[in-house]
């Protein structure tokens, strides 16, 4: 869809659609009063006929307002003045444009980003709100041979602000909306794909398809032979199960001054885990197609790094594979060799998350990182801990740590910090190799962590494990595109130009 900001008097605007809110109870927010005098109280006594009263998520459509220029207008309700914070009104953009793409109307001038929310600037209300616009908007039918399409879809939609001083920062945050919700897009469809599809080889040429074009990206894929010699014993073990190839993506984004330190992204790019030989039940096994969702929101954060043009050196690194049972597949009890020198018995086969992810890890040392962060659908056990709203966070850097709570928190996208205490270490021992790939029943997201902090010694680290946040099950299965919109302000915030 396209998007864009104005500003004026909403009562002479020529659109499809004027969208106007209404708090409860039946208070009118400034656009609608000005529309209201204009039409000589045509608003008031509609509210004050019990037609609505301003409740969240009402929504009222107009036809023939008189004195203004609009062909409808769509009366929404926003809740209390009070509530209205920066959640309520993604959620009241996420229902107007849901209506808007199924009416008739395909462009519309929408009034509400310049209301007071009492936890956001200007900027993030128009940034979010496009965010929000296109989540709404979202739909993977690429894959159904009779994808129903609207008759008359939203084509336009124009964020109307009051005060023309703030349209050079509206017009910023717009574009970086798009930018973000791009980036959540393309990490969704990669999601969605299905594992005969979207194999390594997939992933790769998309992150290859993105190089193409822009000269400040650099894509370049390592095969099986070059990861040998490297000594990626580790990522290599996995995949020996599948007949499809390994892939190790590195997308480079030069925004910023030659010689300053990357952030390096390395996100878990596993096609499809069965669980190898420790095989995963049947059910809802289809949902490991899911497990390249950290790979995904890494080259969605890429293409979002390279479309806001940030001025800032970023790294993306996504080791994609499958896990599937075969008989050259790692078996328990065996042995590996990882890059960095340190042994492993892969005790579980499953636990193939943390295996591709250690090599990645010691590979990217070599970029000097001015800090790393690595994304994963990691285990189940962070979905037992924390549910579906929120990643789990560990880190071996305090300052690391709290940038990313914080990035999250500001982009509605949160994460929760999980220690990473010594005292768990030891559920890794194992008795025939340096550590074992698993740590036992207990505080599965610690000890999955605690095997990663072995690899990032000399690097400030943070680890998210986003099992419960990546995807959604039952009738609403489906990629959620998280945790681009945290990596991207975490992005933001480094070259402060967030607000
Ligand atoms: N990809 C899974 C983690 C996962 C499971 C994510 C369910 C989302 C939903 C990972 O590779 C895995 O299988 N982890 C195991 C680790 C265990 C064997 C120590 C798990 O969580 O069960
Ligand atoms: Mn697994
Ligand atoms: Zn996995």
Not at 325 to 340: E, F, R
Not at 362 to 371: D, G, I, M, Q
């Amino acid at each position: 869809m396209e998007y864009s900001i104005k500003s004026g008097d909403p009562t002479k605007q020529r659109t499809a659609c004027l969208v106007i809110g209404v708090h409860s109870r039946r208070q009118l927010t400034p656009p609608a009063k000005l529309i209201d005098k204009a039409s000589k109280g045509y608003l008031s006594q509609l509210l004050k006929r019990g037609e609505m009263d301003g409740d969240a998520g009402q929504q009222l459509m107009l036809f023939d307002v008189p004195g203004i220029q609009a062909e409808r207008l769509l009366l929404v309700g926003l809740g209390k003045a009070r509530e209205f914070d920066l959640k309520a009104y993604r959620k009241t953009i996420s229902g107007v444009v849901k209506t808007l793409d199924k009416g008739q109307a395909s462009n519309a001038i929408c009034c509400l980003s310049d209301l007071t929310l009492n936890d956001a600037s200007l900027y993030q209300a128009v940034r979010d709100g496009v965010i929000a616009a296109e989540e709404a908007l979202y739909h993977f039918d690429q894959l159904k041979s009779d994808a129903k399409k609207n008759p008359r879809p939203l084509k336009r939609l124009t964020l109307f602000l009051n005060d023309r001083r703030y349209t050079k920062k509206a017009q910023r945050a717009l574009a970086h909306g798009q930018a973000i919700a791009n980036g959540m897009t393309l990490a969704k469809d990669l999601a969605n794909l299905p594992g005969n599809i979207c194999t390594p080889s997939h992933l790769a040429a998309q992150a290859q398809k993105l190089g193409r074009g822009n000269t400040k990206l650099k894509v370049q894929i390592l095969e099986e032979r070059r990861m040998e010699a490297l000594g990626m014993g580790a990522l290599l073990s996995v995949s020996r199960g599948s007949r499809q190839p390994a892939k190790l993506i590195i997308i480079e984004y030069k925004g910023g001054k030659s010689g300053s330190k990357p952030v390096v992204l390395v996100g878990k790019g596993l096609t499809f885990d069965a669980g190898g030989i420790s095989l995963k039940p049947a059910a809802a096994m289809d949902e490991m197609k899911y497990d390249m969702c950290g790979g995904a929101s890494v080259i969605g954060t890429l293409q979002a790094c390279a479309e806001m043009e940030l001025p800032l050196n970023v790294i993306g690194v996504v080791p994609a594979s499958e896990n599937l049972p075969d008989g050259d597949a790692n078996k328990p009890g065996d042995i590996v060799t990882s890059m960095s020198g340190q042994t492993i018995e892969v005790l579980n086969t499953d636990a193939e998350g943390r295996l591709i992810l250690c090599d990645a890890l010691t590979y990217c040392e070599r970029f000097k990182p001015a800090v790393i962060i690595d994304i994963a659908t990691l285990t189940g056990a962070c979905i037992v801990a924390l549910g579906k709203h929120t990643s789990g966070l560990l880190a071996n850097n305090d300052a690391l740590a709290d940038e990313v709570l914080a990035a999250g928190t500001h982009s509605g996208d949160r994460a929760w910090r999980l220690p990473l205490w010594d005292d768990y270490q030891p559920q890794l021992d194992s008795n025939f190799a340096d550590m074992a790939n698993i740590g036992g029943k207990e505080a599965g997201t610690i000890t999955a962590a605690c095997f990663l902090s072995r690899f990032t010694k000399k690097l400030k680290w943070a680890h998210l494990d986003i099992a419960g946040t990546a995807w959604l099950s039952g009738a609403k299965k489906g990629a959620t595109g998280r945790p681009v919109p945290l990596l991207s302000q975490f992005l933001l915030n480094r070259c402060k130009l967030s607000d």
